[in-house]
């Protein structure tokens, strides 16, 4: 991806990002709307944080700084909309997602930046807490966006 491209895509999704973001109705499952070769890359990049999110617990209660660092920055790099993808998966992303969605997504990795920093820092109580934020942030974003594969989060 070219860093014109990305630069443009990150300034789309900051927008996002700082517009309020209303609680809404489950929606329609986002991995529903996309092309199998983006949704493919999107639960890709699903297991890679759920991996990363592990080792982040096992290292945060062995006290272990520099590893939370290290997988809370992979979660950051992470971002889909970083990786190479065509322009044709990139406006299929675009089209499947909400702005809701996006803003989410967003505010999930600045939160694992935020983490990475507090444990570059050797600061396990804010650690503690923006890890917190992001298991919340997994959980609202599945339960609004992702009912569909995790009928567990259905509100009846």
């Not at 992470?78 to 998966?89: G, P, R």
């Not at 992303?93 to 990475?116: K, T």
């Amino acid at each position: 991806m070219s860093i014109n491209r990305y630069l443009k895509i990150c300034v789309l999704l900051f927008s996002y990002s700082i517009f309020p973001v209303t609680p809404a109705l489950a929606e329609e499952d986002i991995g529903s709307r996309l092309p199998p070769d983006v949704r493919g890359l999107l639960i890709q990049e699903m297991n890679a944080i759920l991996g990363a999110t592990q080792n982040i617990i096992n290292a945060m209660v062995r006290g272990e700084d520099a590893l939370v660092a290290r997988e809370a920055r992979q979660i950051h790099d992470s971002f889909i909309l970083a990786q190479a993808l065509t322009e044709d998966q990139e406006r299929a992303l675009l089209a499947a997602a909400s702005e809701e969605f996006l803003a989410r997504d967003a505010a999930f990795h600045a939160l694992s930046a935020r983490l990475a920093e507090a444990a570059q820092a050797g600061d396990k109580p804010r650690q503690r807490a923006v890890f917190g934020e992001m298991l919340d942030a997994c959980l609202v974003c599945h339960t609004e966006h992702a009912a569909q594969r995790f009928p567990s989060f259905q509100q009846p």
